[in-house]
């Protein structure tokens, strides 16, 4: 019974014996004993190819520390007298094998005792570099989230929130603890929602979605300018568990697009308008002068008058312009260099409409001066003096005085330059008063100026309009019906422009009603005059004329728009309505008359889908 006993016990230990050498020979993991001095005893297959030896023969025998990362040999040294002391331990440190190669190890090592009966080291270890890799790149990415400007936001596929990053915290100022586990759409306006769906029904489908711009709410309700970029989520197996969000704040940027296209907007009117501007110069000098040479010599002065204005404005970036400079800019000598020309008053800032009319009320009776007046008597004298008063309304009140130069008689005729005279003063709701005395011309303007110098607005102030409603356009209509005795109302704060209208309108036999400079004056004579049509500017000195627009429709009364901005610069409501662009011709805008007059057109305002 012992002899089978035996024979047993033998057995079982032979089959544990070939048990622990197959694990020794096929295990994916590097076994290995090591000797109390350190030697490598015995390292299986897998672990002489981590290694990078051909066969045993090439490391059995050496020391464990020659393989060892030198960085690493003193805590290895360390951990393995602790085990051969008896401890159980669990360490990293990095290998180059005998190709090079460096590797991240975590080894798990036991006492065993040796043939030689002293104890060492039996160690499991594994390769953990593509691991120590995957933590590294784990860890940047969490840096990156975690310092990163941009909202880095996970979400799972039903769009509640697992994730905030402090640039989101620093966006949309919810902190982590308060939007975690709440619903995307906390922070989308009401408005955007069904984009949210539509992200969702995207990401399911495993799409990626590259810088959306949308809006999305702050906590304050502030609405942000942002753009998203979205990535669908998966775990270790593949499947599509989540997305993450990247957001950036781009309402900076979108403020400067539009401040850009503001910019551009009204560059593009600004040049218009003073093409118009022009225009209009050369239509009303040509049509009063004697010959082609006087044309040239009026025409071209009143051009360079405009040219030297534009200057002055430009040095102030369109700001305004000082009262002293201009009729320094305007007059063909400077007071200080010729003694028959004084001038003295305050400090006083017109805004760039103003100016730009002021010169030419200037440059006219300076040319007056110079050809008929004082100035083309060396004996003549010009006087030129201004006051503020402040009783009432803020007057500018400025007094031209010519003394001294030949006798003086009152016109036979009203010249362009007494008509441009009263209608620029007359644009900004000024009035001016000229005596023809035996002594010399006295001109006495009187201009109302802003309660304060900041509240003034030039004449190139583009409006922003809001409106629920659009109307139609204007039918087309028969080009051979009349439109003499038409009565249309014309609406315009550049006096040259509406001259240049009426002008065009009188030719074709229509009756002016007007022109208007001014909103109320425009609202004044809509409801006291009988008009057929209107044609309105876009704007009055910065006033929309949303409401004269919506009054005209009220009384059914047709209307077109004469502006130097596009369609995005009229009010939005009225959008579809025609326009004429400056500098317009004279046959377009006659052709818009007749299509608002003849033909049943009616103006039908409706509202914009929604």
């Not at 594994?126 to 310092?147: C, G, Y």
């Not at 004697?290 to 200057?311: C, E, I, M, W, Y």
Request: proline share 4%; glycine share 8%.
């Amino acid at each position: 019974m012992n002899q089978a006993l035996s024979e047993n016990h033998e057995s079982r230990f032979e089959n544990e014996r070939q048990l622990l050498a197959a694990i020794f020979e096929t295990s994916p993991e590097c076994i290995k004993i090591v000797a109390p001095d350190g030697r490598l005893v015995q390292m299986n297959p897998s672990g002489l190819r981590m290694v990078e030896a051909e066969n045993g023969a090439q490391v059995e025998g050496a020391s464990v520390l020659d393989l060892i990362a030198p960085e690493f040999r003193d805590a290895w040294q360390a951990n393995h007298q602790r085990v051969c002391n008896g401890e159980r331990l669990m360490w990293t440190f990095d290998i180059i094998g005998c190709g090079g190669t460096r590797r991240r190890m975590e080894t798990h090592a036991v006492p065993i005792r040796l043939a030689d009966g002293k104890t060492g080291q039996l160690a499991i270890t594994r390769d953990v570099t593509a691991r120590r890799e995957d933590e590294l790149k784990a860890a940047r990415l969490a840096a990156i989230v975690a310092s990163s400007d941009d909202a880095i936001v996970g979400k799972t596929l039903e769009g509640i929130i697992t994730s905030w990053n402090a640039g989101a915290e620093k966006i949309f100022g919810y902190s982590p603890e308060e939007i975690v586990g709440q619903p995307i759409t906390r922070i989308i306006p009401p408005e955007l929602q069904f984009e949210e769906e539509n992200i969702l029904a995207r990401i399911r489908s495993g799409q990626h979605i590259d810088h959306f711009e949308t809006v999305r709410l702050a906590k304050d309700g502030r609405r942000i300018d942002i753009s998203v970029t979205i990535s669908p989520m998966r775990d270790n197996s593949g499947n599509l568990i989540g997305a993450s969000k990247v957001g950036r704040d781009i309402t900076e940027r979108k403020h400067a697009e539009r401040l850009q296209q503001l910019l551009i907007g009204e560059l593009n009117h600004r040049v218009k308008n003073t093409l118009a501007t022009v225009q209009s110069i050369a239509n009303q000098t040509v049509h009063r002068a004697k010959s082609p040479s006087d044309f040239a010599a009026s025409f071209g002065g009143r051009l360079q008058s405009l040219a030297r204005t534009h200057n002055l404005l430009t040095q102030s970036t369109w700001q305004g312009a000082e009262l002293s400079a201009i009729i320094r800019n305007q007059l063909p000598f400077c007071g200080s260099e010729d003694e028959r020309i004084s001038s003295s008053g305050p400090l006083v800032m017109l805004n760039a409409q103003a100016a730009l009319h002021l010169s030419l009320v200037l440059h006219e009776l300076a040319t007056n001066a110079i050809k008929y007046g004082a100035l083309s008597d060396p004996r003549g004298t010009l006087s030129i003096r201004w006051m503020v008063r402040t009783d009432a309304q803020r007057k500018l009140i400025l007094q031209w005085e010519e003394r001294g130069g030949p006798k003086v008689t009152v016109p036979q005729s009203r010249g362009f330059g007494t008509t441009l005279i009263e209608k620029s003063l007359e644009a900004h709701g000024g009035v001016t008063s000229i005596r023809y005395e035996a002594e010399g011309v006295t001109c006495e303007i009187t201009l109302p100026l802003p309660e304060s110098e900041s509240s003034g607005s030039g004449s190139y102030f583009r409006p922003l309009f809001e409106g629920p409603q659009a109307v139609q356009g204007l039918a087309s209509s028969s080009q051979n019906s009349t439109i003499e005795g038409k009565r249309i109302l014309v609406v315009d704060d550049e006096p040259l422009i509406a001259m240049d209208i009426v002008a065009s309108l009188e030719d074709a036999g229509c009756e002016v009603v007007g022109p208007a400079t001014t909103l109320q004056k425009a609202l004044s004579l809509v409801e006291s005059e009988d008009i057929d049509a209107a044609l309105l500017d876009a704007n009055l000195a910065g006033d929309p004329v949303d409401t004269l627009a919506g009054v005209l429709v009220g009384r059914k009364i047709p209307f077109a728009f004469v502006s130097g901005y596009g369609r995005e610069g009229l009010p939005e409501a009225y959008q579809q309505m025609a326009l004429i662009k400056k500098p317009f011709q004279r046959q377009r805008l006659i052709d818009v008359v007749q299509e608002m007059v003849n033909g049943d057109n009616v103006v039908v305002p409706f509202r914009k889908a929604t």
